[in-house]
T-cell receptor, first 116, second 109 residues
């Protein structure tokens, strides 16, 4: 149980375009989902926390107009990187918190974004 | 502020034992996680401790001392596939995960 999927697993896009990444909890309801970014050889950096049906809470330094997060249902959250630039190239990982287990997060497999 | 410290890198020999330490200072405590992350992959769950003591799970064990703000992950009978980063994360009073920077473990034959 507690499986989280992400789609796509990798994507290459041109500078200036937008990319949408989906995060789904497959066998549980996730009231809260988290979006992380990880640059090579660095630790996870929390970008934002999204609760189902409400606006996401962004960490300091993360542009909310650039990284649009939607958490429309208990099993789906999306991250849209708008007007992507090469410096947005990174590994994006989502995690979901089980409604019944407040403290544990289950990670998706990650999405590698390369902006050319 | 909230802070989690763990060594940046450690090296060990195949077949040996290694202990990765983690110390923390957080606003509240609702448990501590250890995750393993191979290069280019997402983290995978290893252990969760909320009470003091040692939790053993196969070749991996995790220890917690809440009074000392300290935990360690013990890996026995090291295998080459154990080469990875090991992340310590604490659940604070708001049930948010506070992450350490991770310890890169290099296993040599």
């Amino acid at each position: 149980g507690a499986v989280v999927s992400q789609h796509p697993s990798w994507v290459i896009c041109k500078s200036g375009t937008s990319v949408k990444i989906e995060c789904r909890s497959l066998d549980f309801q996730a009231t809260t989902m988290f979006w992380y970014r990880q640059f090579p050889k660095q630790s996870l950096m929390l970008m934002a926390t999204s609760n189902e049906g409400s606006k996401a809470t962004y960490e300091q330094g993360v542009e909310k107009d650039k990284f649009l997060i939607n958490h429309a249902s208990l099993t789906l959250s999306t991250l849209t990187v708008t007007s992507a630039h090469p410096e947005d190239s990174s590994f994006y990982i989502c995690s979901a918190r089980d409604y019944d287990r407040e403290y544990e997060q289950y990670f998706g497999p990650g999405t590698r974004l390369t902006v050319t | 502020g909230q802070n989690i410290d763990q060594p940046t890198e450690m090296t060990a020999t195949e077949g040996a034992i290694v202990q990765i330490n983690c110390t923390y200072q957080t606003s509240g405590f609702n448990g501590l996680f250890w995750y393993q992350q191979h290069a280019g992959e997402a983290p995978t769950f290893l252990s969760y401790n909320v009470l003091d003591g040692l939790e053993e799970k196969g070749r991996f064990s995790s220890f917690l001392s809440r009074s000392k703000g300290y935990s360690y992950l013990l890996l026995k009978e090291l295998q080459m596939k154990d080469s990875a980063s090991y992340l310590c994360a604490v659940v604070d009073s708001n049930y948010q995960l506070i992450w350490g920077a991770g310890t890169k473990l290099i296993i040599k034959p």
